[in-house]
């Protein structure tokens, strides 16, 4: 049987959020652990960046922003169109159909996934904060040159 990752770590969130906790809506803790891996990335390579490059980008940061968020808003809905509650039904059957061993594996891998993804999360979150400050530092030299 072949499930892909993301459909994995999808039915796991499926099949542990309570009746009202809103199941359905499980494709959205989804894309919130691959937005913070996005947001990791992005942080990574504007840490590599010079100052120019920093201040040109500070200019255009409006344009930025909305090309991310349509990005963004893009994958959300995709997400939601994919992961819909027949397709947590047919990963319910394979499901059922492994040995215990094989559900055990692919849970552990599924518990994984979201353990980094946390901390993927909070690095993304501080090196976003070093970014700021350092947009902040490179702006303010050169406003006083």
């Known amino acids: 049987m072949k ?6 770590i999808y039915y796991w969130i499926r099949s542990s ?4 906790g809103l199941p359905e809506r499980s494709f959205f803790i989804l894309f919130v652990s691959q937005f ?4 990791f990335f992005v942080a990574l390579i504007l840490h590599t960046l010079n100052d120019e490059t920093v201040i040109t980008l500070y200019k255009m ?5 909305v090309c991310v968020v349509y990005f963004l808003l893009f994958i959300a ?10 397709k947590y039904l047919v990963l319910k059957d394979k499901y059922a159909r492994m040995s215990d061993a094989e559900r055990q594996e692919r849970k552990k ?11 993927t999360g909070i690095v993304s979150v501080i090196l ?7 947009v902040k530092e490179a702006v ?3 406003l006083s040159i």
Do not use: G, M
Not at 3 to 8: E, L
Not at 61 to 65: H, R
Not at 77 to 85: A, E, G, S
């Open 36 to 39: 913070a891996y996005f947001i």
């Open 140 to 142: 303010s030299v050169n």
């Open 61 to 65: 940061e409006k344009t930025i922003v």
């Open 109 to 119: 891998i599924f518990k994984i996934y979201i353990f980094v993804s946390i901390l």
């Open 17 to 20: 959020a309570p009746k009202r």
């Open 3 to 8: 499930i892909s990752f993301f459909d994995n």
């Open 77 to 86: 809905t995709v997400q939601c169109i994919v992961y819909n509650k027949t």
């Open 128 to 134: 976003w904060s070093l970014y700021i400050d350092r």
